[in-house]
């Protein structure tokens, strides 16, 4: 009976003490292992908002020489400086995640291209004045019709211009004309083309094949009506990226298909080429920014539902019929979850016979082709898809 007071008051003691020293918070041992954990995750979560309010440094006048505020991230060890400046911008808007966001919600958040005359307008450099003209026409086709911007080079004599029809990207669901336009504007003023570039309707209020439809309609037209905006029909090409790159391909493809007029050449941008999702390059560059893998899977399910087992080679261009096709160029960035498609597709068309040449470009990401104003890496791509054009264009 004495033992068990003894061990009840030993109880109670131990009781007391170990209130006493939890309201003192010196009783940290026996709840280490929680705060360790809540610790971590709020430093976690922490420094997650700090890389997102991040501001890259613009204390140059030179776009070329803005630096970044960080450090390369995991996702990108080899990512280039400049490349990285641009993305710290991107990320300072704090859109919301995709994740539970409708397409036309995330229409409306701020993309790469915002990112990019964010920087400009910190270095006080005016933006160069365009050397094209811009006109719009809704063109007579499909259900709705479609509207196309043309850019046409200022001040040129020559009245029978190649063109190009440009297809934009954001995954057949977001981004539009304007997103894209400094692709277009370069297209146009290096190859002196004029370049028609299609408003083609999303996903997910437009599910497949409607963008491609849309698209394909645009590129008859033109085809047809070639000489009503001072084109040559014998100089007609496709060109696009990321989703847009996929369209340019598949325009080719739905042509050779329909008895319609090929262009003359493809050029095809960060493609995309498949709906593998466990490719090399997805599994790399999973947690990639501005895309990865789980921003490619919703942009699958907005647009192809069914994307996991669709087959259709509109959106599986490397399991498509290739030959017959005219010359290609594919141009890949490393950081990017399309990377490998782009490549496969590069070696299709080339078992296909086809006339096809793929560059892949280091330390950028996805959405680098149009931001030749801060990335070398872009005036050198945009240089090399012109350059393949005009060699076309000239014979």
């Not at 990321?242 to 739905?254: C, E, I, K, R, Y």
């Not at 680098?368 to 240089?383: H, R």
């Amino acid at each position: 009976m004495n033992n068990f007071k003894l061990h009840q008051s030993l109880f109670s003691y131990k009781n007391v003490l170990r209130k006493t020293l939890l309201a003192s918070g010196l009783a940290l041992f026996l709840i280490a292992p929680n705060c360790y954990s809540q610790d971590k995750d709020d430093k976690k979560e922490m420094k997650m908002k700090e890389m997102k309010k991040m501001d890259p440094k613009a204390e140059t006048k030179v776009p070329m020489k803005i630096m970044p505020s960080g450090s390369q991230p995991d996702w990108g060890p080899t990512i280039d400086p400049q490349m990285l400046a641009v993305i710290e911008q991107f990320q300072s808007y704090e859109n919301p995640s995709f994740k539970g966001a409708t397409g036309f919600q995330y229409r409306n958040i701020k993309l790469p291209a915002n990112a990019v005359m964010d920087l400009l307008h910190k270095t006080g450099i005016k933006p160069m004045e365009s050397k094209v003209d811009i006109s719009h026409k809704i063109l007579p086709v499909g259900d709705e019709g479609v509207l196309v911007r043309m850019y046409k080079p200022k001040n040129v004599e020559k009245e029978s211009l190649p063109v190009i029809v440009y297809y934009h990207g954001g995954g057949w669901v977001i981004a539009d004309l304007d997103t894209y336009e400094a692709s277009a504007v370069a297209l146009a003023e290096k190859a002196n083309a004029i370049v028609v570039s299609v408003a083609y309707r999303q996903g997910p209020e437009h599910k497949f094949p409607t963008a491609h439809e849309d698209s394909f309609n645009a590129y008859k037209w033109v085809v047809e009506n070639t000489a009503e905006i001072g084109g040559n029909p014998n100089m007609i090409a496709t060109a696009g990226e990321s989703a847009g790159g996929n369209l340019a391909v598949a325009v080719a493809l739905m042509a050779k298909d329909r008895g319609v007029k090929l262009p003359v050449h493809i050029v095809s941008v960060y493609p995309i080429a498949d709906g593998d999702i466990e490719s090399p390059s997805y599994e790399k560059y999973a947690n990639a920014v501005p895309l990865n893998k789980g921003f490619m899977k919703w942009f699958f399910e907005q647009y192809v539902p069914n994307w996991s087992s669709n087959n259709d080679p509109l959106i599986n261009l490397i399991d498509a019929d290739l030959s017959g096709l005219p010359a290609t160029t594919i141009i890949n960035a490393e950081i990017d979850p399309l990377e490998n498609e782009g490549k496969v597709l590069a070696e299709k068309m080339k078992a296909a016979g086809i006339d096809v040449e793929r560059k892949m470009y280091e330390g950028v990401t996805h959405e680098f082709f149009g931001m030749s104003a801060v990335l070398e890496q872009a005036v050198d791509a945009q240089k090399f898809a012109v350059d393949r054009l005009m060699k076309t264009f000239k014979k």
